[in-house]
């Protein structure tokens, strides 16, 4: 399934579309692993092309999006580091410049991953990471020319709570020259996220004195019912929550404070109650209907193996009505037993991000037990050059042995999309090559 379906596939996109023009990715191959009885997950790897040699001179990375619900294939790939933006346009910040890419649809029944039936989808992180073993198992026992090459895990939203559970798991079981993981604006701790955007948003004006009442006690409400081990009623005091922050913003945007989301705006959605509000904020925005149709036609024509009856993007709703009882529990634990075993964590989060605003990561963080974390908070970050604006700062960032934060400037949740040169700078300097 390799150069030559991948070289039909590009043909017919560029019949498809004859004003794509451009660099295509030297090297890719995609197929699906059965994970579990009725459980079916979908992949897609780029091999590297980036200037510096082989692709076994660099690191693989596999993308995790978050949701849960959001494509890897699709999102990350289109709309954030992949070689082709949603346009089929090349784009200049892919990160194939500096690693092989693997994208996962996870959990099964995203993207173009599926499940026989709702019952097969995965319930918390703990099912997530279980799947993702037995795809890893297979990926490695396949692509037998990446067992040297460091694999680094890079996450976002969502996907970093995935992404933590998963590296721990890949510390005690599998062949493969595991290298770190990259927790981007994760939710690491729901409760810390939420209990700072009052804060967050009257320290930008974007909340008064009123809202900022409104708010704070709606947020301590979901605090009561998570310390109440109450994880369910806390999901839906935390919509009620993102629901008077709308109210008391003009609908500001929780993925960048700085845009508008026009069709974000909207009172009262169809379905079953606030898991309806909740996914039309969390998973609508990661299925853009130009995305959909790319998805959906010529990209499905291109890979030529997902089934008639799947649709990218068709099961989305359900995997996250499936993670209800899943959404607030934190994972600071699992990050603090990365740390104890030597795993390299780093955390990454854009300064514009409402949802899981830099707060709230800080406050996770200070509640580590790493011994090394009062080293880390005592010391000073080093500011970066941002590498599309020569002399002007794009972040900062600090290390101490195997513990890193960057702090991401003028960029939102998805910080590829909003600061890609940032980003793949970042890359770089994560997987040790600048």
């Not at 945007?253 to 898991?275: E, H, M, W």
Request: aromatic fraction near 12%; include cysteine; hydrophobic fraction near 40%.
């Amino acid at each position: 399934m390799e150069r030559l379906k991948i070289a039909t596939g590009l043909l017919l996109v560029l019949l498809i579309d004859p004003a794509f023009l451009g660099p295509l990715p030297a090297k890719e191959s995609w197929g699906y692993v059965d994970v579990r009885e009725g459980a079916h997950m979908f992949w897609w790897l780029y091999y590297a092309d980036g200037s510096s040699g082989s692709y076994k001179d660099l690191p693989l990375v596999m993308w995790l999006q978050g949701g849960p619900g959001g494509s890897g294939c699709g999102f990350g790939n289109f709309e954030e580091i992949g070689p082709l933006d949603r346009d089929l346009a090349p784009r200049n910040t892919t990160w194939i410049q500096a690693a092989s890419v693997l994208f996962v649809d996870n959990p099964v029944g995203t993207g173009y991953s599926y499940t026989d039936t709702e019952d097969a989808l995965t319930k918390d992180v703990a099912m997530v990471a279980a799947d993702m073993m037995v795809l890893l198992k297979n990926f490695f026992a396949t692509k037998t020319e990446f067992h040297s090459v460091p694999f680094y895990i890079f996450s976002e939203s969502y996907g970093g709570k995935m992404a933590a559970a998963i590296a721990l798991e890949l510390t005690k079981d599998i062949k493969c020259n595991f290298a770190g993981v990259a927790l981007g604006d994760s939710w690491i701790s729901p409760l810390d996220s939420v209990l700072t955007w009052g804060p967050y948003l009257y320290s930008t004006s974007l909340l008064d004195d009123y809202g900022l009442g409104e708010v704070t006690r709606a947020a301590k409400a979901v605090e009561q019912a998570v310390n109440e081990g109450r994880l369910e009623r806390a999901t839906e005091l935390w919509s009620v929550t993102e629901s008077v922050v709308e109210q008391n913003t003009n609908w500001v945007n929780f993925y960048n404070i700085l845009t508008q989301d026009p069709d974000g705006r909207v009172k009262q959605v169809a379905g079953d109650g606030y898991l309806a509000s909740l996914r039309h904020r969390h998973v609508r925005p990661l299925h853009r209907q130009s995305l959909g149709e790319l998805m959906n036609g010529p990209i499905r024509k291109k890979l030529g193996v997902i089934p008639q009856n799947v649709t990218w993007g068709g099961q989305a709703n359900a995997v996250f009505t499936s993670m209800e009882g899943d959404f607030m529990k934190p994972v600071v634990d699992i990050v603090d037993q990365l740390l104890a075993a030597g795993v390299n964590v780093t955390v990454y989060n854009g300064q514009l991000d409402l949802i899981v605003d830099t707060m709230g990561q800080e406050l996770w963080v200070k509640k580590l037990k790493w011994p090394g974390l009062p080293h880390f908070t005592q010391q000073q970050w080093t500011a970066l050059d941002d590498p599309a604006s020569p002399g002007q700062t794009g972040a900062f960032y600090k290390v101490h042995k195997n513990f890193a934060f960057y702090w991401i400037l003028k960029a939102g949740h998805m910080i590829p999309s909003d600061q890609g040169a940032m980003a793949l700078k970042m890359l770089r300097m994560v997987t040790q090559q600048e």
